[in-house]
């Protein structure tokens, strides 16, 4: 059975950090897209970056590039979001996300940026 489990998430102040976790489980990874994304209240939900499990190649989208890092340790089969600079635009809950020929979404979790 394949899990994602988020953990990290919370409240901080604006300019403050945060590091998102996303622990995997049930399989192999190597040949898969790992994501984080974010779903704000009435908005869609949207990509934020991406890494590829094996080779480590990063995707950023406009709006975090230069603030969040996307990082992953194979040997705990674990992925990152390190946000700095936090705004409060980046309120949401967060997801990661697992992509190959089927896909797999953890249950989310609030980061909530204060003004």
């Known amino acids: 059975q394949v899990q994602l489990v988020e953990s990290g998430g919370g409240l901080v102040q604006a300019g403050g950090s945060l590091r998102l976790s996303c622990a995997a489980s049930g399989r192999t990874f190597s040949n898969y897209l790992m994501g984080w994304f974010r779903q704000a209240p009435g908005k869609e939900r949207d990509v934020v970056a991406t890494i590829t499990w094996s080779g480590g190649r990063t995707y950023y989208s406009d709006s975090v590039k230069g603030r969040f890092t996307i990082s992953r340790d194979i040997a705990k089969n674990t992925m990152y979001l390190q946000m700095n600079s936090l705004k409060p635009e980046d309120t949401a809950v967060y997801y990661c996300?697992?992509?190959?020929?089927?896909?797999?979404w953890g249950q989310g979790t609030q980061v909530t940026v204060s003004s």
């Open positions: 996300k697992a992509t190959h020929w089927d896909s797999y």
